[in-house]
Each structure stands twice: as structure tokens, then as C-alpha cells.
């Protein structure tokens, strides 16, 4: 992927592995449950840059002043979010699914420099797990798992 990512690990989800084991899940079935997981993690990465919260809650750092006057000049009547601009980085958030866990990032060059800042950029996390995002993903997975258990038992 790019340079700026994360990933997790189904297996470490607190209440999980008991309906891991129920649901017998075939390597499709994993596969399926994995792409749904990245495809909601992008949203919540996305959703970020409307926030302009860390997955930890904290607001990013405004734009600096020069900053602002640089696309007050270049954009008139210039006023996006912060780190949305065109919509680069935004729109480059994707998932790629490995075995057991689901890789998410941003595959602009730049990516790492806003995650974790650099030199006079200030660092605005984006990629991450909040606690919310969390157990967002815990009701995905739970969902799906019931399901699968539900049609094996018929």
C-alpha cells in the first residue's frame, strides 16, 4: 500500500472468538467479513476529514495563518477543511484484505506527512481505530457471524 497505514486483527475483537468458532466461517466466507470490515473502516477514516478529529477525539491543528492567506490567494474564496484541498487524500483511502486482517491507508505520497506530521507540518491523524470505530466493527463482525450460524443451522 501507501505510506501511511495500519492494519488489526479480527481475532483480537473482545467477545468474538467464541462466534468465530460457532460459525465454522469458510475462507469465502472470512474474505466477505474482511471486505466489509475495510470497506467500513475507509468511511470512518473518511469521515475524519469532515470531523477533523483523531481517531483519539482530538481536533486537528488549524492551518497555519501564511497558510491560509497562500489559499485565500490561490483558491478565491477558498474554504475547505483542513487536509481536503482537492480531495487527494481523502479520496485515496483504501483496503486490502490479508488472511486475517484488513490493511487501511492512503496511497498518496504525501500520506505519512499529514498522519504523523513532519518538519513544520503539524501531524493530523487520520488513519486509526476510536472506540466508537470499534465497536461499529464488533456489530459488523457480530452481524455477520449470526448470520452465518443461522444458515448452517437450517
Aim: overall charge positive; aromatic content about 10%; cysteine-free.
Amino acid at each position: 500500500m501507501a505510506a501511511a497505514e495500519f492494519s488489526f486483527d479480527l481475532r483480537e475483537l473482545d467477545g468474538l472468538a467464541k462466534l468465530f468458532e460457532q460459525a465454522k466461517l469458510s475462507s469465502q466466507d472470512r474474505m466477505q467479513l474482511l471486505r466489509n470490515i475495510g470497506v467500513e473502516v475507509e468511511t470512518q477514516t473518511q469521515e475524519r476529514f469532515d470531523s477533523q478529529l483523531s481517531p483519539e477525539g482530538k481536533r486537528w491543528q488549524d492551518l497555519a495563518e501564511k497558510t491560509k492567506r497562500y489559499y485565500a490567494r490561490k483558491f478565491s474564496g477558498y474554504r475547505r477543511s483542513i487536509l481536503v484541498g482537492a480531495g487527494g487524500l481523502r479520496d485515496s483511502i483504501e483496503s486490502q484484505v490479508n488472511d486475517w486482517s484488513v490493511l487501511v491507508g492512503a496511497t498518496k505520497i504525501y500520506a505519512a506527512t499529514h498522519q504523523f506530521g513532519r518538519g513544520n507540518i503539524p501531524a493530523r491523524p487520520y488513519l486509526g481505530i476510536s472506540s466508537s470505530n470499534a465497536a461499529d466493527i464488533a456489530s459488523i463482525t457480530q452481524r455477520f457471524l449470526a448470520e452465518r450460524i443461522a444458515e448452517r443451522a437450517v
